[in-house]
Nanobody, 126 residues
Framework: QVHLVESGGGLVQPGGSLRLSCAAS????????MGWYRQAPGKQRELVAA???????KYPDSVKGRFTISRDNDKNTMYLQMHSLKREDTAVYYCNLAHDFYCSGSGCYGGDLDYWGQGTQVTVDS
């Protein structure tokens, strides 16, 4: 049974940084592509970073150069380092599998999944 716990969110000023963590259990973590998703109020959930089992990473243009996804397979943990945060980054951030992700044009897509953890709130405001 998949169990995902996100942490590290909070209130940060524009231009600031945060590091999110995701602890995963119930899956063979090291063989799965994983992703960070976010959902802002009134908007659909979107994929903001993906990492393959081999460590290749993909980002939509909206966060490219500001966000960095990484994983520690020995700890079944994934991270999202966020820099130069903007107000439009405000959302609840979730981690999950990303076995169906793809990137096209300026966007990345995926996350047709039934299970989601509780997420962690990121608020960018002065």
């Amino acid at each position: 049974q998949v169990h995902l716990v996100e942490s590290g969110g909070g209130l940060v000023q524009p231009g600031g940084s945060l590091r999110l963590s995701c602890a995963a259990s119930g899956i063979d973590f090291r063989i799965n592509a994983m992703g960070w998703y976010r959902q802002a109020p009134g908007k659909q959930r979107e994929l903001v970073a993906a990492i393959t089992s081999g460590g290749s990473t993909k980002y939509p243009d909206s966060v490219k150069g500001r966000f960095t996804i990484s994983r520690d397979n020995d700890k079944n943990t994934m991270y999202l380092q966020m820099h130069s945060l903007k107000r439009e980054d405000t959302a609840v951030y979730y981690c999950n599998l990303a076995h169906d992700f793809y990137c096209s044009g300026s966007g990345c897509y995926g996350g047709d999944l039934d299970y989601w953890g509780q997420g962690t709130q990121v608020t960018v405001d002065s």
